[in-house]
């Protein structure tokens, strides 16, 4: 059974920093593309950003691109956003997705996060 942990979520001032991480764990023979999504209260969830599995294609939201950087390490299984440049407008919960085969299944599924928190407020 796969498991996705996001970390690093917290209040931050406009302007100001944040990176998140998101651990994957559990019975796993390989990770496609992973990304992050996020939701704000009564909006629907939206595609922040997405990465290959090599790294070699990255993929962004309009509204984040020149801000948010995501990058992946293979090796410990995890992906980053790292968030700058901070707007009240980021504010939302954002979750960690991965496309992963597992090693009992042999096919790639989709896999989501429980989320964290990113509030930005003077």
């Known amino acids: 059974q796969v498991q996705l942990v996001e970390s690093g979520g917290g209040l931050v001032q406009p302007g100001g920093s944040l990176r998140l991480s998101c651990a994957a764990s559990g019975s796993i023979s390989s990770i496609n593309e992973m990304g992050w999504y996020r939701q704000a209260p009564g909006k629907q969830r939206e595609l922040v950003a997405v990465?290959?599995?090599?790294?070699?294609?990255?993929n962004y939201a309009d509204s984040v691109k020149g801000r948010f950087t995501i990058s992946r390490d293979n090796a410990k299984r995890t992906v980053y956003l790292q968030m700058n440049s901070l707007k009240p407008e980021d504010t939302a919960v954002y979750y960690c997705?991965?496309?992963?085969?597992?090693?009992?299944?042999?096919?790639?599924?989709?896999?989501w996060g429980q989320g964290t928190q990113v509030t930005v407020s003077s």
């Open positions: 990465i290959s599995s090599g790294s070699s294609i990255r």
């Open positions: 997705n991965a496309n992963i085969r597992t090693r009992i299944l042999g096919i790639y599924s989709y896999y």
